[in-house]
């Protein structure tokens, strides 16, 4: 079993950043595609960015102003969120899949409880 479990997130103005950490426990990280997704009120849940053996993946929302990485030896990883707009205002998960990366949140079998982001104007 893997839990998630995030960290980071809170209250920025527009243009600020913030950096959100992911911590896992259980076995097996070194082999999970990580990804972050986010979700807005009345909205569906959408992938942020994804990182997997070497491949990284980013949204295009965010394409130029956030960084994803991971430490396997740790059990971590980690959104490097700049130049953060209000529109990225919204609850944060990690999550955790086995298999490759996939934009699809039904895909993932682990989450953490998200950690909210709010960017104001």
């Known amino acids: 079993q893997v839990q998630l479990v995030e960290s980071g997130g809170g209250l920025v103005l527009a243009g600020g950043s913030l950096t959100l950490s992911c911590a896992a426990s259980?076995?097996?990280?070194?082999?999970?595609?990580m990804a972050w997704f986010r979700q807005a009120p009345g909205k569906e849940r959408e992938i942020v960015a994804g990182?997997?053996?070497?491949?990284?993946y980013y949204a295009e929302s965010v394409k130029g102003r956030v960084t994803i990485s991971r430490d396997d030896a740790k059990k971590t990883v980690t959104l490097q969120m700049n130049s953060l707009k209000p529109e990225d205002t919204a609850v944060y998960y990690c999550?955790?899949?086995?298999?490759?990366?996939?934009?699809?949140?039904?895909?993932?079998?682990?989450w953490g409880q998200g950690t909210q982001v709010t960017v104001s104007s």
């Open positions: 999550a955790a899949r086995v298999g490759s990366h996939d934009r699809d949140y039904r895909r993932y079998d682990y």
């Open positions: 259980g076995g097996g990280f070194s082999s999970f595609t």
């Open positions: 990182i997997t053996w070497g491949s990284i």
